[in-house]
């Protein structure tokens, strides 16, 4: 097992903080994606849309919620921050700098917290390791607003792009969907985690990778409702023809993504945040400040105190 990966096992008995973060239009079915993930209801469903209200701007909001997991004999302290509101507006651009705003503050806390001298041993690292992006099925191909949200958030945050939904969509028009998508991230240059090979990686894990690399964007179909199929207990929808079944790879991708981030990549995900978007956010700020105003800032840096309304969702983070 390669260095890279290793380190999940280090983390095996005291446990794993990990965050994630769902963005996406409203009907993509992000609530069902996070509540099959975890295997748990976390996330209530929406309120009922009210349509006087329709033309009433709705505010993205930031949700954190905490959910603690095993997976493989591992104990993970789940934070999921979820964004009720996102999309649902003509002008999404408050959306955009609401959503990089929270990224970043989470990133202002370690950097006030590393300043210190005498170091809070209870400190909470509430950084996001990762972003669920759910992109509407069109068919067609990526919209603006997908483009600009990626844009800025890539180089903030992991994001993996997932197509919501994706049981809308025919075999061949999911391909071809798929293709398109990456055919944009690729023309538009939009930062995405796209399972960088490490030369130090063995051959097993590269041609995972690999494999993870050719299912972009991911297609999922989050469902918690549960059925006997042929005797056997299956999560998925019903439908006249026959049954959708959410953990069969045959069906969606959703059984592959919730491994990769839960399992085999979540370290890589971890350190990545760490050593190459944290470090670039950390160095673009420190250049641009001078040694005054630096001082000021880190005096007056948001803290990770319990009880603070940052805070007062999450926990403290596994070394």
Same mark, same amino acid.
């Given at each position: 097992?390669?260095?890279?990966?290793?380190?999940?096992?280090?983390?095996?008995?005291?446990?794993?903080?990990?965050?994630?973060?769902?963005?996406?239009?409203?009907? =993509?079915?992000?609530?069902?994606?996070?509540?099959?993930?975890?295997?748990?209801?976390?996330?209530?469903?929406?309120?009922?849309?009210?349509?006087?209200?329709?033309?009433?701007?709705?505010?993205?909001?930031?949700?954190?919620?905490?959910?603690?997991?095993?997976?493989?004999?591992?104990?993970?302290?789940?934070?999921?921050?979820?964004?009720?509101?996102?999309? *649902?507006?003509?002008?999404?651009?408050?959306?955009?700098?609401?959503? =990089?705003? !929270?990224?970043?503050?989470?990133?202002?806390?370690?950097?006030?917290?590393?300043?210190?001298?005498?170091?809070?041993?209870?400190?909470? *690292?509430?950084?996001?390791?990762?972003?669920?992006?759910?992109?509407?099925?069109?068919?067609?191909?990526?919209?603006?607003?997908?483009?600009? #949200?990626?844009?800025? #958030?890539?180089?903030?945050?992991?994001?993996?792009?997932?197509?919501?939904?994706?049981?809308?969509?025919?075999?061949?028009?999911?391909?071809?969907?798929?293709?398109?998508?990456?055919?944009?991230?690729? !023309?538009?240059?939009?930062?995405?985690?796209?399972?960088?090979?490490?030369? *130090?990686?063995?051959?097993?894990?590269?041609?995972?990778?690999?494999?993870?690399?050719? =299912?972009?964007?991911?297609?999922?179909?989050?469902?918690?409702?549960?059925?006997?199929?042929?005797?056997?207990?299956?999560?998925?929808?019903? !439908?006249?023809?026959?049954?959708?079944?959410?953990?069969?790879?045959?069906?969606? *991708?959703?059984?592959?993504?919730?491994?990769? =981030?839960?399992?085999?990549?979540?370290?890589?995900?971890?350190?990545?945040?760490?050593?190459?978007?944290?470090?670039?956010?950390?160095?673009?700020?420190?250049?641009?400040?001078?040694?005054?105003?630096?001082?000021?800032?880190?005096?007056?840096?948001?803290?990770?105190?319990?009880?603070?309304?940052?805070?007062?969702?999450?926990?403290?983070?596994?070394?």
């Amino acid at each position: 097992m390669s260095q890279r990966y290793g380190g999940r096992w280090k983390n095996a008995k005291k446990g794993t903080q990990f965050t994630i973060m769902v963005v996406g239009a409203s009907g =993509l079915g992000r609530t069902s994606f996070v509540n099959t993930l975890c295997e748990k209801k976390i996330i209530p469903n929406r309120e009922e849309f009210i349509p006087e209200n329709a033309h009433q701007p709705t505010p993205v909001q930031i949700h954190p919620i905490n959910a603690d997991l095993e997976e493989d004999g591992m104990r993970i302290a789940l934070t999921v921050v979820d964004t009720p509101g996102f999309g *649902d507006n003509i002008d999404n651009v408050a959306s955009f700098n609401e959503i =990089l705003s !929270y990224v970043e503050q989470q990133y202002d806390i370690i950097l006030g917290e590393e300043s210190r001298i005498r170091r809070n041993p209870k400190f909470q *690292d509430n950084r996001v390791h990762a972003l669920i992006y759910f992109i509407t099925p069109t068919g067609h191909s990526l919209r603006e607003m997908d483009i600009e #949200l990626m844009k800025r #958030l890539g180089p903030r945050v992991n994001i993996i792009p997932v197509i919501g939904k994706a049981d809308s969509l025919t075999p061949t028009e999911l391909a071809t969907f798929k293709k398109r998508v990456m055919e944009d991230i690729e !023309y538009y240059r939009i930062p995405i985690y796209d399972f960088p090979n490490d030369p *130090d990686d063995e051959e097993e894990m590269i041609d995972e990778n690999n494999e993870l690399r050719e =299912l972009l964007p991911f297609a999922v179909i989050g469902n918690e409702e549960e059925f006997v199929v042929d005797g056997v207990k299956i999560r998925g929808r019903r !439908y006249p023809w026959g049954y959708i079944d959410v953990d069969n790879p045959e069906h969606c *991708d959703f059984d592959r993504l919730r491994f990769m =981030l839960l399992n085999s990549h979540m370290t890589d995900l971890r350190e990545l945040t760490h050593n190459v978007l944290y470090e670039n956010y950390r160095t673009e700020k420190l250049s641009r400040m001078s040694p005054e105003l630096l001082e000021k800032e880190l005096r007056s840096a948001p803290t990770s105190e319990p009880g603070s309304p940052i805070s007062s969702t999450s926990r403290p983070i596994s070394p």
